[in-house]
């Protein structure tokens, strides 16, 4: 069995534990932790809002990688490059989609507070 299926759902895992709070908007404006962007510092408003959206997001993307990790841990060594190169566009094509799903969130929020 090939390790980076395992590292893939471990990722996934640690994605979707991290999105909770932000859903739940339990975590305040800071800069370690949280979707951090121009938009969401302008207020606590912004703030919660656009982690929420970001959260919900996220756990769908990590929900998605965990699936595709799944089944690359009951993949064979034959079908492997195939599940390496499913799971680079679930890992990267996702990121890209989450961080653009984002921006114009963010945007169209900043726009309906003005």
């Known amino acids: ?12 895992v640690v994605i979707v534990i991290s999105a909770v709070p932000l859903i739940l908007k339990k975590i305040k404006p800071n800069r370690f932790y ?23 997001l996220m756990l769908w993307w990590g929900i998605l990688m965990g699936v595709v990790a799944a089944v690359g841990l009951t993949s064979d060594e034959k079908r492997m490059p195939v ?8 890992i990267l094509g996702g990121l890209a989609v989450v961080m653009v799903l984002i921006f114009r969130f963010a945007k169209a929020a900043e726009a309906r507070r003005k």
């Not at 069995?1 to 996934?12: E, F, G, N, V, W």
């Not at 949280?34 to 919900?56: D, H, M, P, Q, T």
């Not at 599940?83 to 679930?90: A, E, F, N």
């Open 34 to 56: 949280g979707v951090r962007i121009r938009a969401s510092f302008k207020s606590e408003g912004l703030w919660y809002e656009i982690n929420r959206f970001g959260g919900i």
């Open 1 to 12: 069995m090939d390790s980076l299926p395992l590292i893939h759902l471990l990722a996934a």
């Open 83 to 90: 599940y390496l190169g499913i799971s680079l566009v679930t």
